[in-house]
């Protein structure tokens, strides 16, 4: 027998029933929260109790969200400050840098401006100087010793001119251009100064040795008073160098002198003083000391 057509099967009233629950619900919620808007309305107070237990139930979750939060902005501060750090100590090596040369160029500087000082004492004397300017150059391998300074005729310079720094006594000069002259260095073999113990009246004669050192022969051949440290300046003999200017001091004692290391080397000279010859008349009736004058002491 076929079951009847209006028959409704249990699925459909599980459907019906949770349709029905489902308003029910839904009725009661909106009664609950009209009941509860209208209790706020005229009673606020009456949840504070009830939003006081819920803050402080969600104050944990809060703390710990907000010490993530922190925690976090930390570890990307630390990070953007390391970086910071860094590129800050990089800027600071390079300015460590520029001013380690600064410094280097201002003592650099500094020893200029002491041998320009000490050039200008020269000056202060009762020598007038004829020129001064820069050594520019010297030979070093050639047996010769010649300079060239930056000073010629145009500035008064002429053959035979002492030259000089505030060391001491560097050459003569040997050929006067219009901008530029040859210097005869005391090192030079063809050079030969009278020269006198700054100390006493010990005479000698100052010849050059092409090595960067003098000979020093005694004019006065006996007992040898030179000893080591003894320090040796122009005479004055001959007309051409003035008196006192220092030359060189004595470092190894010979039968006749001794071997002297010059006071004033060209390699660390750069401004020299060109003078005047000191008694320029004597000075081309003698030219120099005469040979015949040093036999006596071979």
Known sequence: MAPPGNRRSATNKKAQMGLFAGYVVAGLGALLGASLLIISLLSPETFD??????????????????????????????????????????????????????????????????????????????????????????????VRRIGYISAGTSEGVQTGMPVTSPLGLVGRVLEAGSNSSRVLLLTDPESLVPVRRSTDNVVAFAEGRSDGSLRLRLVNLGINPIKKGDVFVTSGAGGLYRPGVAVAVAAEITRDGAIAHLLSNPAATNVVVVEPSWQREGFEAVQEPSPAAAEPEE
């Not at 922190?70 to 520029?98: D, H, M, P």
């Not at 020893?111 to 820069?134: F, H, I, M, S, Y």
């Open 49 to 142: 109790g009830i939003r006081s237990m819920a803050a402080d139930a969600a104050a944990p979750a809060g703390e710990a969200g907000a010490a993530g939060r922190t925690k976090s902005q930390s570890f990307f501060s630390a990070i953007a400050g390391y970086y910071r750090a860094g590129s800050r100590n990089a800027e600071l090596e390079e300015e460590v840098r520029v001013a380690r040369v600064k410094l280097a160029e201002a003592e650099a500087l500094r020893q200029e401006n002491l041998r320009l000082k000490a050039v200008l004492g020269l000056n202060e004397g009762d020598t007038k100087p004829v020129a001064v300017a820069r050594l520019i150059g010297s030979t070093s391998s050639s």
